[in-house]
C-alpha cells in the first residue's frame, strides 16, 4: 500500500470519524503543532546526555501522541486520563530539575549549549502548541482544557532542562538585561 494517498491534494484532511475539515483548519493547527513539538523533541532526544532525558522524552511523545489523537477526534476526551497523571509526573520532574538550580532571579536568553537550546526550541514550539490548543478550545469548547494545561508544564520543564543542561556542561544562565 502507497504511503500517499491523494485525498488530500483539494487542501482538506481527514480526522477520525472520517470528517473532512481544511488543511488551515484551527483543530489541524493545534494537533499539527503538537506533532511539530514532538519532532522537535525527538531532536532533544537525540543529543547525547548523560541524563535520563531521553527515556522521558520517549514518555512524553507517548502522550502527546494521545493529546494529537484527541484533538483530531471532535469530542474525544480519551487521554484525558493519562494526560493527568503525566501533567503529575511532569511537575515532579520540574521540582527535581529545580531544586539543583540556582534560584532564578531575572528572565534568561534561550542558548548555552546545544542541549540547552534545543530545550528553549522545544519549549517555545510547545508554547505555540499550547496556543493553538486553547484557540481551538476557545472555538469549539469540545477540547478536553487538560490538555492545554499539560503543554502548560510541558514547557515549563522544558525550561528548568535547559538551566539544567547548562549547568551541567558548565554554562551560566545568560540574563536577560533591559
Request: include cysteine.
Amino acid at each position: 500500500m502507497p504511503i500517499y494517498t491523494k485525498t488530500g491534494d483539494a487542501g482538506d484532511t481527514g480526522l477520525f470519524g472520517n470528517r473532512r475539515v481544511r488543511k488551515h483548519d484551527p483543530r489541524i493547527e493545534a494537533y499539527g503543532t503538537v506533532d511539530e513539538l514532538n519532532s522537535t523533541l525527538g531532536l532533544l532526544a537525540a543529543e547525547p546526555s548523560e541524563t535520563p532525558i531521553s527515556e522521558r522524552i520517549q514518555q512524553i511523545q507517548a502522550t502527546l501522541f494521545d493529546v494529537g489523537a484527541d484533538l483530531a477526534t471532535v469530542g474525544s476526551r480519551r487521554a484525558v486520563p493519562r494526560v493527568v497523571e503525566h501533567t503529575h509526573r511532569l511537575e515532579q520532574w520540574i521540582d527535581e530539575a529545580d531544586s539543583a538550580l540556582p534560584p532564578l532571579r531575572n528572565f534568561v536568553l534561550p542558548g548555552g549549549h546545544r542541549e540547552a537550546a534545543l530545550c528553549h526550541m522545544a519549549r517555545t514550539v510547545c508554547r505555540r502548541a499550547e496556543r493553538r490548543v486553547w484557540s481551538l478550545a476557545d472555538a469549539t469548547n469540545d477540547i478536553p482544557l487538560e490538555h492545554a494545561v499539560y503543554l502548560n508544564r510541558l514547557s515549563d520543564v522544558l525550561f528548568v532542562w535547559g538551566r539544567a543542561a547548562n549547568q551541567r556542561h558548565g554554562f551560566a544562565d545568560i540574563p536577560w538585561t533591559a
